[in-house]
Nanobody
């Protein structure tokens, strides 16, 4: 079994910064894509930033220049550094990964896994 544990959310004033972390654990063989999504009240979940194993990244237009995604492959951890936060960044942020993990006895499975979500609130 595998799981994602997120941390780093909280309340911050506009213009402030936060750093989110998401650590994957379990019998992981490999992790390809890691990303952060967010969902604000009455809005659909949207991709904020993504990073693949080779290090290529992509960002939503609304966060380009303010957010930076990075990963530590040795720790199976992805980070989201958020600067110059705005009230419209307020949302629950979810970590997402596409990973392959061991079932034991030589078996494996590829799976998309979501974190439990962490709330980011930006006050004006």
């Amino acid at each position: 079994q595998v799981q994602l544990v997120e941390s780093g959310g909280g309340l911050v004033q506009a213009g402030g910064s936060l750093r989110l972390s998401c650590a994957a654990s379990g019998s992981i063989i490999s992790i390809n894509h890691m990303g952060w999504y967010r969902q604000a009240p009455v809005k659909q979940r949207e991709l904020v930033a993504g990073i693949i194993s080779g290090g290529s990244t992509n960002y939503a237009d609304s966060v380009k220049g303010r957010f930076t995604i990075s990963r530590d492959n040795a720790k199976n951890t992805v980070y989201l550094q958020m600067l110059s936060l705005k009230p419209e960044d307020t949302a629950v942020y979810y970590c997402n990964t596409h990973m392959t993990y061991s079932l034991g006895s030589g078996g494996y499975r590829s799976l998309e896994v979501w974190g439990q979500g962490t709330l980011v609130t930006v006050s004006s």
